[in-house]
């Protein structure tokens, strides 16, 4: 069973880099063909995807927030993180991290989510 957990600050000041990471157990993450994703949800919208790194290390992005994503992994922890820059308070929201067997497919497993809030 594939578990994923993010982990990181509730509280990012305007201005900050958000940083998120998600520890991914009872699978690797370089295994074909799958997809971890980065998906938020602010509150009152749906779902929103910012990005997502592949198996093999190659990264997508949002047009929206490629300016200022950044997903990167380390295998040795079996994890992968995300930044976000310039934060203001639009960017509170909900982040999950996900995994899905592509860009544009549903997701199989996905993390709990854990709140942002963007505050001075």
């Known amino acids: 069973q594939v578990q994923l957990q993010e982990s990181g600050p509730g509280l990012v000041k305007p201005s900050q880099t958000l940083s998120l990471a998600c520890t991914v157990s009872g699978g690797s993450i370089t295994t074909v063909p799958h997809y971890w994703a980065w998906i938020r949800q602010p509150p009152g919208k749906g779902l929103e995807w910012m990005g997502a790194?592949?198996?093999?290390?190659?990264?997508h992005y949002s047009p929206s927030l490629k300016s200022r994503t950044s997903i990167s992994r380390d295998t040795f922890k079996n994890q992968f993180t995300l930044q976000l820059t310039s934060v203001t308070p639009e960017d509170t929201a909900v982040y999950f991290c996900?995994?899905?067997?592509?860009?544009?497919?549903?997701?199989?497993?996905r993390g709990q989510g854990t709140q942002v809030t963007v505050s001075s």
């Open positions: 790194i592949t198996y093999s290390g190659i990264t």
């Open positions: 996900a995994r899905s067997r592509g860009l544009g497919t549903t997701y199989d497993y």
